[in-house]
Nanobody, 121 residues
Framework: QVSLVESGGGMVQAGESLRLSCVGT????????RGWFRQAPGKPRELVAG????????YYIDSVKGRFTISRDNAQNAVYLQMNSLKPEDTAIYYC??????????????WGQGTQVTVSS
């Protein structure tokens, strides 16, 4: 049974930082890649960052490279997204997911409920 719980969203001003957390509970396996997706109003959901299950490989969408960092702690069954230098265009609901592959290929095996990130200019 996959259960993912996100936290850490909020409202910040442009240039500030947030750290999102995603904790797997119950029988959520740690031997899957994990990813952070986001969906802004009127736009499709997109993969922002992904990490392999051992943490050795990562993926970032071009618009967040150099600003966002994904990491994981399998002992805590947790994945994190450190978001620095936030921009208004980063405003979206952010979702954590279990993935077949860290670059988003394959399927998503489970989703969290989402956490809202709002960046004002």
């Amino acid at each position: 049974q996959v259960s993912l719980v996100e936290s850490g969203g909020g409202m910040v001003q442009a240039g500030e930082s947030l750290r999102l957390s995603c904790v797997g509970t119950g029988g959520t396996p740690t031997t899957y890649a994990r990813g952070w997706f986001r969906q802004a109003p009127g736009k499709p959901r997109e993969l922002v960052a992904g990490i392999s299950w051992r943490g050795g490989s990562t993926y970032y969408i071009d618009s967040v490279k150099g600003r966002f960092t994904i990491s994981r702690d399998n002992a805590q069954n947790a994945v994190y997204l450190q978001m620095n230098s936030l921009k208004p265009e980063d405003t979206a609901i952010y979702y954590c997911a279990l993935l077949d592959y860290y670059d988003g290929s394959g399927s998503a095996r489970g989703w969290g409920q989402g956490t809202q990130v709002t960046v004002s200019s």
